[in-house]
């Protein structure tokens, strides 16, 4: 077997970027993440305030959240209710604890109420 020059240069970039990876994953992880819903102005208003940070939107609903939630040391919110005890059960699963959680004065569609809330880990 013959090993040219461009198939070492290749392989030495795989190996490089493998390595890279769980380290920029981790990184990922450790960024607080942000929640919200794009089809609720006020959650979307509350998101554009959390500069910097990782952010997910539950309009493209659940099944991609939680495969890009990952394990998040910090998690914060304004979601519905619904939606925040769906999460927070899945957070606890991932050893996070609940750190704040109000009921807000923005009602939505005159009957329900958003939820603030961050969990953390222990």
Known sequence: ????RRALLKGGALATS??????VAAEMQARPLVI???????SVAFSA???????LDL??????????LGAPT?????????DWTALRGALEEQGLR???????????SGRDHLFRWTMTSR
């Open 36 to 42: 919200f819903d794009s089809r609720i102005p006020e």
């Open 1 to 4: 077997m013959q090993v040219s």
């Open 59 to 68: 309009a493209h609903g659940t099944e991609a959240i939680w495969r890009a």
């Open 98 to 108: 609940a750190a704040q959680e109000v009921r807000t004065n923005a009602p939505i």
């Open 49 to 55: 305030t959390q500069t910097g940070l990782r952010t």
């Open 74 to 82: 910090r998690v914060t919110g304004l979601t519905r209710w619904s």
């Open 18 to 23: 493998a390595i890279a990876m769980p380290a």
